[in-house]
């Protein structure tokens, strides 16, 4: 069951259905009024990533099964909750490109036992080896699959800034993981990645074209996006965020990350896998990640201009995104950091 949205409502992208629909409205000779509307529709299932549901595929540690989002590129989409026993820590995008020549999978997963998981869903999917895994960046749910991956002898790839992170906080991040998973924990170590680069990596392999990108500071050090330039398609990471509010954590650089979004526009994909929700296109994400960081900080400005502290920062009405999960936990916690970044700059 579907329904048709508006191109800024979307929430989910399910290219998939493309073709079934396409060759049902050619044989009732509606193809070129679909052709002129692809652009602005979408179809949505009736599955969610919302917080309330605890997991959509109980039968493997993932928190969803796999889907094709266009041909051949499938993202397992995770909980839009924090991590937890019930979703295992797979509560980000899990993605992987079935590329002719290899598989490059996108995120090693929050644990061994979830790396495990995923490479079982993908050898369901494709008998070719996985090649090369990205960490997209230095966070548990990216990193900490990477021991499984590394027994698999697969090369491991993240940016230069992302493997210091880890190397400085894996341990923590590691014990942080198996207080809440416990026995899913079982066989995570750390593991870092095997290659690093600068700004940029480009993959030729089978039918795509691969660029992984660093476009500079976002939520996280090493943040990096995977654009597929033919396919007009980028996996983001938490360079872009919109079923749940974005998270401003300490080492959040929000002045910084406007300065890099507008590099992620100018890579004009049509079509987001972000890192965390359902695909989507670049207007909803940019509704939900660059205008509520313009907001904010304007926001904020005002405080200050007004000779406001920390806690008027925090009284600031955030009401526009209370829709988004994750609301309760950061609204706050994002005025007071961006309010702490701003007294200095």
């Known amino acids: 069951m579907y329904k048709i949205v508006s191109e800024s409502d979307v929430l ?16 009732c000779g509606f193809f070129i009024i679909l052709c002129v509307f ?14 309330s549901i605890s997991d ?3 039968q493997s540690l993932l928190y969803s099964k796999p889907v094709e989002v266009i041909p051949h590129v499938w993202s397992a989409i995770g909980a839009t ?17 079935v590329t002719g020549q290899g598989v490059v999978v996108i995120n090693a997963g929050a644990s061994y036992l979830v790396a495990k998981a995923l490479h079982n869903e993908i050898k369901a999917i494709s008998d070719e080896p996985v090649v090369l895994i990205i960490n997209e960046n230095a966070q548990g749910h990216a ?21 210091k992170e880890w190397q400085k906080h894996g341990y923590d991040i590691l014990k942080g993981m198996q207080s809440y998973n416990l026995e899913k924990a079982d066989k995570t170590v750390v593991q870092g990645p095997t290659e690093v680069f600068d700004e940029k990596r480009e993959i030729n392999l089978g039918r795509f074209e691969i660029n992984v990108l660093w476009l500079g500071l976002a939520h996280s050090p090493g943040d990096v996006v995977v ?24 080492d959040t650089r929000t002045k910084e990350w406007l300065d890099s979004w507008e ?5 004009n994909a049509q079509y987001v896998i972000p890192g965390h929700g359902h695909p989507t296109n670049m207007a909803q994400v940019r509704r939900y990640t660059k205008d509520y960081l313009v907001f904010l900080r304007g926001a904020v400005a005002d405080v200050l201009d007004n000779g406001g502290d920390l806690q008027d920062s925090y ?14 936990e950061l609204a706050a916690k994002n005025a007071g950091r961006v309010f702490a970044q701003m007294e200095f700059e």
């Open 263 to 267: 590099r992620f526009e100018a890579l």
């Open 81 to 97: 909750a924090p991590p937890g026993y019930d979703n295992s820590g797979h509560n980000n995008n899990l993605s992987f490109i």
């Open 38 to 51: 692809a652009k602005f529709v979408v179809f949505t299932s009736l599955a969610s990533a919302s917080q």
């Open 143 to 163: 990193m900490l699959g990477n021991a499984y991956w590394h027994e698999q002898k697969v090369p491991i790839l993240a940016h230069k800034s992302a493997a």
């Open 12 to 27: 989910n992208v399910k290219f998939r259905h493309f073709s079934i629909i396409r060759n049902i409205l050619r044989s």
């Open 315 to 328: 009284k600031i009405d955030q009401s526009a995104y209370s829709h988004l999960d994750t609301y309760s």
């Open 56 to 58: 959509q595929y109980p």
């Open 227 to 250: 654009h597929l330039p033919a396919e007009h398609l980028v996996i983001s990471g938490d360079m872009a965020f919109h079923e749940r509010l974005l998270p401003i954590m300490s």
